[in-house]
């Protein structure tokens, strides 16, 4: 199965919903709530995939935590709170659930997006847990996938790959690196995206059958001990990837390639198609 | 691990949140966004424990959304939209999760809460669903757990017991009745719950440490094949349990005890107590 196929398949019959104004397909969805405009996502984290038996349980919570708030800075929105469902092995310590809970509050609360309900439930299978987080967008409304445009600058924040070393656990999500970004570039900033799967891959999403990503891998920021190779591949980076019109400054983001004319989706400048590069879901 | 208390000590950490309207411990919790309130539960399905494996897929979709917008009629409240994460078990066919997506669609568009964003993982445990339901309160606020008052009627909708046969997989939530309950009853109606763990044990949380709950088993509404023992014990009822000073249509709801002092929670005219009756959380 592949999670973007299935999903899109399951979601093409989602169109025209009453009350919703961003459907499914973009890192949250929105819906009207009276006069204001709610985004909302739901993301999972499972143990023996995103982390392992061993992970230090207050770090599952706050990764669990910290991916889904990181779908809430691809959208430039400002979170308000979330829900927690855990689903945790039957003879699972209490302990351990708690340090999980306990991670998870802390980080949702530094966060802005405070915990304010949760179901657990158990079952033969590893921990999983499903993190639903609701925020607003920025006043001039959410950036999208959508909206490239021809000699928009490609950039990135932070650095990429080798987050397995210790970043995905300790990361960030950029809500206010976000914000800036959006207050700084304005219209300028067209579409943005958050690396989960790994730059190639990822970066195929914000291409058109018209538009593709030229990526000039000589500038990528690579974080310790990461190679080119996994600066495109390795995902888990939870940086913003964006396109804008204008260069952001130097201490937001890097840029990274440009926008050109063609139906690559994403290639390098030596011509190589990483469209597909990144972590593929089984 | 017993899930109520597990949650009740993550959560007697969550206490004057920001932003957090009513906090964990009711159906739903509530936060404010911009100039509006707005409700939201998660509640989750597993595969193995509320519902087979040789469930058809479309009941399991339908009953993942029923459960969760259960918890929305328990509150009085109007559905605005849900999200929904899967986490399935390796090489589950793509027609299977497409089947389970496609009967949670359409029940979610039918009761007024399009699903409009969603994950999917897969493990080697069994099929997990998480929904996060959004709705809003009514102007007059949610109906909470909280309220009970001495010579209340202790009333139920529907029928209880034997869901098992049948119920379980086809009951509608009683969002319709509860809007109707609360626009005849007005702040006649104190408090409300719905019955998924069994009566005994969920008419437990509308008592107080002054208040019980007294239950004559002989005015059960029983459903077809159901015994007393059951309609107290079975739970996966989903019907609305409340207290009211008023007495309500009988084409709504039935009177099945009174509200009186007395510390054992909830007990039935004979004396016996059955607060702890029903389906224990593993």
């Known amino acids: ?37 709610l985004l909302c996502a739901v993301d999972q984290l499972v143990v023996g995939t995103h982390v392992t038996e061993t992970t230090n349980p207050k770090a599952i919570g706050r ?4 991916r889904c708030f990181s779908d809430i800075a691809a959208m430039a929105g400002s979170p308000v709170g979330c829900v927690m469902s855990a689903c945790v092995p039957t003879h699972t310590p209490n302990d351990w659930c708690d340090a999980v809970f306990g991670g998870a509050k802390e980080a949702a609360e530094l966060w802005g997006g405070p915990i304010f309900g949760g179901d657990i439930a158990s079952s033969d299978g590893p921990a999983v847990f499903s993190v639903t987080a609701l925020a607003t967008p920025p006043t001039q409304g959410a950036v999208l996938r959508t909206g490239i445009q021809e000699g928009d600058f490609v950039c990135v924040t932070g650095e990429l790959g080798n987050s397995i070393a210790g970043h995905h656990l300790s990361f960030n999500p950029r809500i206010q690196e976000a914000q800036e970004l959006l207050q700084l570039l304005g219209l300028a900033l067209h579409c943005m995206i958050d690396i989960s799967d790994g730059l190639g891959q990822d970066a195929s ?29 390795d995902g888990e980076d939870y940086e913003l ?9 130097v201490e937001l983001a890097t840029v990274i390639g440009t926008v050109e004319q063609g139906m690559l989706q994403v290639v390098t400048t030596d011509g190589t198609d990483i469209s597909n590069y990144g972590w593929m879901h089984k």
């Open 241 to 249: 990837l964006f396109t804008s019109s204008a260069k952001p400054p």
């Open 205 to 233: 999403h914000l291409s058109t059958e018209q538009l593709q990503l030229v990526i000039d891998t000589s500038l990528l920021p690579l974080r310790e001990g990461a190679t080119v190779e996994g600066a495109v591949r």
């Open 1 to 37: 199965m592949h999670e973007l196929e299935l999903l899109q398949s399951i979601y093409a019959r989602s169109t025209n919903l009453s009350g919703v104004t961003i459907g499914p397909g973009d890192d949250m969805g929105e819906i009207k709530i009276n006069s204001d405009r």
């Open 63 to 66: 990764k669990a935590i910290a």
